[in-house]
């Protein structure tokens, strides 16, 4: 989503419960966008074409999507950052974001593999 919503990009600077509406309206128009892309065949997608994410082949081999061309070091390596320890707002947000995309509003194909 980082390469889609460029505010995330950065750390956002705002209270804990002004951070929850603007994660929550994202993922909201990312789903609604995933959706509109589900309705068209994978080649006229706009949002999330077929060759924008991570594929795999039938053998198990690794495609990997454009995204990674917008967001070269997207996924860097985790070092030890102190001790590592999230604090007590990080945990409830945690909570409350497993809350909702586990039982709210669960996307069908993040059941599928």
Known sequence: ?????????????????????????????????????????????????????????????LIEGEWRTILPNGLNSVRRMGGNAYSRGASSMRSILAEYFMNIAPIQAQWSK
């Open 1 to 61: 989503m980082v390469t889609k919503w460029r505010i995330l990009e950065r750390p956002i600077i705002a209270k804990l419960e002004t951070i929850e509406k603007m994660i929550c309206a994202l993922v909201c128009l990312h789903n609604f966008l995933k959706k509109s892309d589900l309705n068209k065949n994978s080649d006229s997608a706009k949002y999330c074409p077929s060759t924008y994410m991570d594929r795999e082949t039938e053998s198990g081999d």
